[in-house]
């Protein structure tokens, strides 16, 4: 199975912003997950970690959106999307962050891609 990886102009931009130790380190990672996805996909998913969505998605959907660890002090947001028709696996990263700015990146790339795939939350007036 092939492997793209696609970047987006934010990951980038916080690439850019990186030492070159650590730019090198997540390049390497990102790199190696890659490369287990065509032997070793259950193994590649294992190293991915999903967060919590805001609220859950329509009709069954499942994200696809995930974390993954490069150092003590970085970490990626992106997705994995499997394409059985062409025969690959899409990385594309979203953003690169601090721990502290972990949580929020997440959510805000997960309200981005599922904009109008959430369940909406009725409220029910009290009386």
Same mark, same amino acid.
């Given at each position: 199975?092939?492997?793209?990886i =696609?970047? @987006?102009? +934010?990951?980038?931009k916080d690439?850019a912003?990186? !030492?070159?130790?650590e730019?090198? #380190?997540a390049i390497?990672k990102?790199?190696d997950r890659?490369?287990l996805?065509? @032997?070793? &996909? @259950?193994d590649a998913?294992?190293?991915l &970690?999903?967060?919590p969505?805001?609220?859950?998605?329509?009709?069954?959907?499942e994200s696809?959106?995930y @974390?993954?660890?490069i !150092? %003590?002090?970085l970490?990626i947001?992106?997705?994995v +999307? =499997? +394409?059985?028709i062409?025969e %690959? $696996?899409i990385f594309?990263?979203?953003r690169?962050?601090?721990p502290? +700015?972990l949580? &929020? #990146?997440? %959510?805000d $790339?997960?309200e981005f891609l599922?904009?109008?795939l959430?369940h909406? &939350?009725e409220?029910?007036?009290?009386s």
């Open positions: 199975m092939d492997v793209l =696609e970047s @987006t102009k +934010d990951f980038e690439l912003g990186l !030492s070159d130790i730019k090198a #380190a390497q990102i790199n890659a490369s996805f065509s @032997t070793q &996909r @259950t998913y294992h190293q &970690r999903r967060l969505l805001p609220s859950p998605l329509n009709n069954g959907y696809s959106l @974390t993954l660890r !150092s %003590q002090n970490s947001v992106l997705a +999307d =499997e +394409d059985p062409f %690959q $696996v594309t990263l979203f690169a962050v601090k502290d +700015d949580d &929020r #990146a997440y %959510q $790339v997960a599922y904009q109008g959430h909406k &939350r409220t029910v007036p009290i």
